[in-house]
């Protein structure tokens, strides 16, 4: 269980915390069909696609794909953690978080997560102190040569480190302990004991989406092979590099003043920072990491359109094609700048100006655009092989990235590079590249047929057990002996019916992480036919399932019939796979 909250206690806060109720702080919401729909809170659109299931107590967006139950719909709404989630709720419904012994686990995370954050603001405070008071250091004089204002380095709480022992000395004026600064990654710890992590630096401040301070980077101001450019925070309770954006608090305060319909997705902190300055305020940071799935989630809170502005050299080219296929999979319209005479954002702001960046910006091409016209540089097409070569990558991004009616405007777009009938190309797109013919390619092929009846026949047995509709499960229980999250489901569903307890969707969602058009999704949004033709369609599958049990081991038992030398084993073996077919020809039968 999630921060060993015990299941009861989320039972119990689930069932005072009613969806429609919770929701509808947040929503307009319109009764209709039996569900209540509204515009869906996490993309933006025109008409409602947000549906709640009142009686299942869970919501599904038919538009993003986003679902959950009324604790993750409180986490995504307030941008939160589940145990801050679930604290919410339980003080909304009068309840106090269980402090039992089952709970010490949750009330350690409790704990360090607020020493972290308390360390970590006054840590800021201090670094913030010093370089008021210090305003000709070596670190002041860095942020003046970088064109830094009063304003800027007060909104994003710039400071410095001027030593390495003054910090922690600080920290243990304030009654806060070693073990805790060292576990906030304030501090570090050698053989004379715990000194400033970020020791002589410049600190620039990371914040999550709430404003707090979770992490610092701080950086060097010695051109020296001993001092990395950039220091950052390592992971900690309360730090994630692959969930934080730079900049994320921002661009979470203009949506909710309704001032958000796109955000610049730059590389570093300091782009972000100078381009708040110029007063560009929908300008977010991966801060150097690779952009991940979840960053590309958090974007899709806030908006649809992200325009991609990375940095100009080869690194940044390589990082622009994977931030393209993560935030397009994550349903976000994505265009790109490529800037010239320039490295960064940084730089050409401070060369040409605001309104030239602007102008950039306005000028950004859509990203299947951007890859065709850069995917041909790479290639001489006057060469044959390169040609097909170009044709193959083109194709795939346009498949991949376009509607049919946008896939004819970018066909149009490469057969002017390649000089081909378009017809030629349609063709193309309709069918799969063909690769080179190996062993592994033809067995998935021949095996492809067979893993997607498994697949959504395991979905279908699922949520008939979930929705009510069936319970003869033990007859197919080898069935789901994977080490897979729908065999995970299986069990806990299994077990809840043995013990004769109710099945709840809303509980899922605090057991299992659950993802937008997972397995896990598609069966708690099955889509039943009626009942006969269910019926009819779930014995089909049943009786299927049974043959394939007994086909797997009688494939088991012909391996090991090949294997045996004893003539004994041999000979039992074989009447074993005589029973097995006369079984399988029963259930054909």
Request: with cysteine; hydrophobic share 40%.
């Amino acid at each position: 269980m999630k921060f060993s909250v015990s299941s009861e206690f989320l039972e119990e806060l689930r069932a005072k915390s009613d969806l429609v109720s919770v929701a509808s702080k947040y929503l307009t919401l319109t009764h209709r069909g039996g569900n209540y729909w509204a515009r869906c809170p996490f993309h933006n659109e025109k008409t409602a696609s947000f549906s709640i299931k009142d009686d299942g107590q869970f919501y599904k967006c038919f538009g993003c794909g986003e679902s959950g139950n009324v604790i993750t719909f409180v986490q995504k709404m307030e941008n939160v953690d589940f145990l801050t989630a679930v604290e919410i709720l339980a003080k909304n419904a009068g309840m106090t978080l269980p402090t039992s012994e089952q709970n010490d686990e949750m009330r350690k995370q409790k704990r360090q997560r607020d020493a972290a954050l308390q360390i970590l603001k006054a840590t800021t405070e201090f670094y913030q102190q010093n370089l008021q008071s210090n305003p000709n250091s070596e670190q002041a004089k860095y942020l003046q040569s970088r064109g830094l204002t009063a304003d800027t380095i007060s909104k994003f709480k710039i400071g410095v480190s001027l030593n390495f022992d003054a910090l922690p000395k600080y920290l243990k004026k304030m009654n806060f302990k070693e073990e805790d600064m060292y576990m906030a990654g304030v501090v570090g710890k050698n053989e004379y004991g715990y000194y400033d992590f970020y020791g002589g630096r410049v600190i620039f401040p990371i914040f999550n989406g709430f404003g707090e301070v979770v992490a610092f980077s701080g950086r060097s101001i010695e051109a020296s092979p001993d001092h990395t450019k950039y220091k950052n925070t390592p992971q900690t309770p309360i730090f994630n590099k692959s969930e934080i954006l730079f900049g994320y608090n921002f661009a979470r305060d203009l949506k909710k003043q309704h001032m958000l319909d796109s955000l610049v997705l730059v590389e570093g902190h300091i782009d972000v920072i100078m381009c708040h300055q110029a007063g560009i305020t929908n300008v977010i940071g991966c801060m150097g990491t690779a952009l991940t799935n979840i960053h590309a989630k958090k974007i899709k809170q806030l908006v649809d359109n992200v325009i991609l502005c990375l940095d100009g050299d080869n690194a940044g080219a390589s990082a622009t094609y994977k931030a393209i296929d993560i935030l397009k999979a994550s349903g976000l319209n994505v265009r790109v700048v490529r800037l010239t005479l320039a490295k960064d954002p940084d730089e050409y702001i401070k060369k040409f100006g605001k309104d030239k960046f602007l102008e950039c910006l306005e000028n950004s091409v859509d990203c299947v655009d951007f890859i065709l016209q850069d995917s041909a540089k790479k290639y001489n097409l006057n060469n044959n092989a390169d040609k097909t070569r170009y044709i193959n990558e083109a194709l795939n991004y346009i498949s991949k990235f376009s509607t049919p009616a946008e896939q004819e405007v970018y066909l149009s777009a490469v057969q002017q590079k390649v000089k081909i009938p378009i017809d030629a190309l349609r063709q193309s797109l309709k069918q799969p590249v063909k690769q080179a013919p190996s062993t592994q390619i033809l067995e998935e092929s021949n095996d492809a047929y067979k893993d997607k009846f498994i697949y959504n026949a395991k979905i279908m047995v699922l949520a008939a057990i979930l929705h009510g509709k069936w319970q003869n499960f033990d007859e197919i229980s080898g069935f789901f002996d994977g080490d897979d999250e729908l065999s995970d489901l299986y069990a806990n569903l299994v077990e809840k019916v043995k013990a004769n307890k109710m099945l709840s969707i809303s509980a899922l969602f605090d057991e299992f992480d659950i993802a937008s058009n997972s397995p896990i999704d598609k069966v708690i949004n099955y889509n039943f036919p009626d009942d006969a033709v269910f019926a009819k369609m779930l014995a089909d599958t049943i009786k299927r399932i049974k043959i394939y049990i007994l086909q797997q081991e009688k494939d088991r038992l012909i391996k090991l019939t090949s294997a045996t030398f004893s003539e004994a084993e041999r000979y039992n073996y074989l009447l074993k796979i005589k029973e097995i077919d006369e079984k399988i020809r029963k259930e054909k039968a």
